[in-house]
């Protein structure tokens, strides 16, 4: 059974920073690419970032490059997106996902399994 648990949200002020954690387990974690989307209010779903199983390969949205950070544990099956200057369009509730056919982008569809998510919220 997959299961995907994501920590580390909560409230901050514009410019402040988060780690999100998630930890995983119920399937190979450490050959299977792992993606953070987020669920924007009014505006659905968007894909943030991913890495390869190896750490090795790294991929951003353009509007949190250079501000978030993603890397994963593979000893501990966990994965983590540090966000830096932090703004309100962060605002979302995030998930970490298992991709569906190496697909990732802004569709559920795209996923395999996700997370309960963890509610960030930007705000003064």
């Known amino acids: 059974q997959v299961q995907l648990v994501e920590s580390g949200g909560g409230v901050v002020q514009p410019g402040g920073s988060l780690r999100l954690s998630c930890v995983a387990s119920g399937f190979p974690f450490g050959t299977t690419w792992m993606h953070w989307i987020r669920q924007v209010p009014g505006k659905g779903l968007e894909w943030v970032s991913g890495i390869d199983p190896s750490g090795t390969k790294i991929v951003y949205q353009t509007s949190v490059k250079g501000r978030f950070v993603i890397s994963r544990d593979n000893a501990r099956n966990m994965i983590y997106l540090q966000m830096n200057s932090l703004k309100p369009e962060d605002t979302a509730l995030y998930h970490c996902?298992?991709?569906?056919?190496?697909?990732?982008?802004?569709?559920?569809?795209?996923?395999?399994?996700w997370g309960q998510g963890t509610q960030v919220t930007v705000s003064s």
């Open positions: 996902a298992t991709p569906h056919a190496n697909q990732y982008g802004s569709l559920w569809t795209h996923y395999e399994n």
